[in-house]
């Protein structure tokens, strides 16, 4: 029960959300601002009840004046059903938020209004949260679907050149239909800001990504996946070929036809302990 009351100690309030909160009394919005935001953190909060329930490592819960973000200090490497979980953790409230909002207008506790309002709060965030375009949940999603098949650089690259794509679909779909909407461009330019900093990042993820491996919980892999490479190849290169949710046995196929068995943790010792990041396979198998 503390780790999930100890949620609350993460959450962040944006100093800007405050003067929109300000905006909204003085414009009559109160009661929508309201709505708003707490449809926001009952999201968030659906993120992070499921990756406390995981034990996974909570940053900050942001409260922004355009939305929310739940950061977690995980690196790729928890099993991808069980991020899909928390994935999916932040939409599934707004199916029984729904359903609360009809039975408190039934009960005449809401409005026709803000019934009304609240459901299309519900339905918007819903959809939009679920389109395919990092860094809303939808484009952790089609990380997760990319990383089933492909390595962890690969798999983010191709994420990312989606949510461009995705982001330029959003912006003609603006232009024609709601082209004076200041919200809808302001999401537009965090949206374009998230994905720059994410490809600007993207070295950097990777190699978080592999330090976990090698120094965090090596019993989250669920699945074994040999990688085949060869006696010339660079340790970089076959680093790159590392799979999100998988323990890799390295075959390393010889001229001679003789084929040598390694852990993923003698490349990664080689890497981060030695800093032989130039090395080649039959370098690593020389010494050992």
């Not at 375009?133 to 690259?157: A, V």
Request: proline share 3%.
């Amino acid at each position: 029960m503390n780790r999930f009351l100890g949620v609350f100690k993460c959450l962040h309030i944006h100093p800007l959300l405050w003067v929109v909160i300000a905006i909204g009394v003085m414009t009559a919005h109160f009661y929508e601002l309201c709505l708003l935001f707490m449809i926001i953190l009952i999201h968030e909060l659906g993120h992070v009840f499921a990756a406390a329930f995981f034990s996974w490592r909570i940053k900050r819960i942001s409260l922004l004046p355009f939305g929310g973000v739940a950061e977690m200090d995980e690196h790729g490497n928890r099993p991808l059903l069980e991020e899909a979980i928390v994935i999916i953790s932040g939409p599934i409230q707004h199916i029984w938020l729904v359903g609360l909002g009809f039975l408190l207008w039934q009960g005449e506790i809401l409005t026709d209004s803000l019934y009304q309002t609240f459901t299309q709060y519900n339905i918007m965030i819903f959809f939009f949260n679920l389109l395919p375009i990092w860094p809303l949940d939808g484009g952790k999603l089609m990380f997760l679907l990319f990383s089933l098949k492909n390595s962890f650089p690969k798999s983010h690259k191709w994420t990312l050149y989606f949510s461009i794509f995705g982001v330029f679909i959003f912006l003609i779909t603006v232009l024609i239909k709601m082209p004076t909407n200041i919200n809808a461009w302001i999401i537009i330019s965090f949206l374009l800001f998230s994905i720059f900093y994410e490809w600007k990042q993207r070295r950097f993820l990777f190699m978080r990504f592999l330090l976990e491996r090698y120094y965090g919980k090596t019993n989250e892999f669920r699945k074994l996946l040999p990688l085949e490479v060869q006696e010339e190849d660079h340790l970089l290169d076959v680093l790159e070929r590392f799979h999100r949710g998988c323990k890799h046995p390295i075959i390393v196929k010889a001229k001679s036809g003789d084929n040598t068995m390694l852990d993923e943790n003698e490349l990664l010792y080689v890497y981060f302990k030695e800093k032989n990041v130039t090395a080649r396979v039959k370098d690593i198998i020389a010494v050992l």
